[in-house]
C-alpha cells in the first residue's frame, strides 16, 4: 500500500521556519522524482520545489528560491522541504508528490504564517 505522510507544519511567525518531512512506503522510492506543492485558499495548487530521484537535482518556485531547500534521504525513503525566512503568503497546505511513471500524494500539511 503506498503511503506518503507528511509532517511538520504548524503555526510560525513571520521570518521564523520550519521542515517538512514527507515519510514514503509502498513502492520503489529511489525511482520517483519528489516534488512539494502547496495550495492556498481560493488559489490553483502549485509546485514549490522538486528533486529529481537518483542525481538530486533541485528546482524551485521564484517565490521560494533562497528561502526554501528540498532534499531526499533514500535510505530512510523521506523527503524535506526546508522552510527559512516564512512570510504570509506561504501559508498554505502543502503536500508531497512523487512523481515516475504515475503520481502519489500525501494528505497534506497546514502551514500558516502568521503574528
Known amino acids: 500500500q503506498v503511503q506518503l505522510v507528511e509532517s511538520g507544519g504548524g503555526l510560525v511567525q513571520p521570518g521564523g521556519s520550519l521542515r517538512l518531512s514527507c515519510a514514503a512506503s509502498g513502492f520503489t522510492f529511489i525511482r520517483y522524482a519528489m516534488s512539494w506543492y502547496r495550495q492556498a485558499p481560493g488559489k490553483e495548487r502549485e509546485l514549490v520545489a522538486a528533486i529529481t530521484s537518483t542525481s538530486g537535482v533541485t528546482n524551485y518556485a521564484e517565490s521560494v528560491k533562497g528561502r526554501f531547500t528540498i532534499s531526499r534521504d533514500n535510505a530512510k525513503t523521506t523527503v524535506y522541504l526546508q522552510m527559512n525566512s516564512l512570510k504570509p503568503e506561504d501559508t498554505a497546505i502543502y503536500y508531497c508528490?512523487?512523481?515516475?511513471?504515475?503520481?502519489?500524494w500525501g494528505q497534506g500539511t497546514q502551514v500558516t504564517v502568521s503574528s
Open positions: 508528490c512523487a512523481r515516475w511513471v504515475r503520481d502519489y
